[in-house]
C-alpha cells in the first residue's frame, strides 16, 4: 500500500507563493504517475499538474505559467511552487499516485486514473 503525505499548506495573499510537498512511502516517484489535484468548496476535484516516469510533465490551462511541479526521485518527494496565486486557487490540495500501466485508461486529469491518494492540504488564497 502506497502511502502518500503532503506538506506547505496555508494561507497566502493574492499574488504570494506556496511551496507544497508530498513524500511516497516507497520510491513510486520513480516508476509511477505523480500528479496533484484539488478541490474547491461545492466543486470536482480537478488536474492541476501532473509528472509521468521520463519527467513528461502535464499542468491545467488555468495554471499553467505559474504552477510549477517537480520530483526529487532521491527523496520520493512530489513538489508543487505555486506563484502568482489567486484566490481562485483556494482549495484543498490532494498529491496521488497511479501505476503507469493504467494510463490508456483516461488522461493525466482523469481522478480514477489514480489509486493512491494523500489526505489533502489546506490552501487558502485571500485577496
Known amino acids: 500500500q502506497v502511502q502518500l503525505v503532503e506538506s506547505g499548506g496555508g494561507s497566502v495573499q493574492a499574488g504570494g507563493s506556496l511551496n507544497l510537498s508530498c513524500i511516497a512511502s516507497e520510491s513510486t516517484s520513480r516508476n509511477y504517475i505523480m500528479a496533484w489535484f484539488r478541490q474547491a468548496p461545492g466543486k470536482e476535484r480537478e488536474g492541476v499538474a501532473a509528472i509521468f516516469p521520463g519527467e513528461i510533465t502535464h499542468y491545467a490551462k488555468s495554471v499553467k505559467g505559474r504552477f510549477t511541479a517537480s520530483l526529487d526521485s532521491t527523496k520520493s518527494t512530489l513538489y508543487l511552487q505555486m506563484d502568482s496565486l489567486k484566490d481562485e486557487d483556494t482549495a484543498i490540495y490532494y498529491c496521488?499516485?497511479?501505476?503507469?500501466?493504467?494510463?490508456?485508461?483516461?488522461?493525466?486529469?482523469?481522478?480514477?486514473?489514480?489509486?493512491?491518494w494523500g489526505q489533502g492540504t489546506q490552501v487558502t488564497v485571500s485577496t
Open positions: 496521488a499516485a497511479a501505476e503507469p500501466e493504467r494510463a490508456v485508461l483516461g488522461g493525466w486529469a482523469w481522478v480514477p486514473l489514480y489509486k493512491y
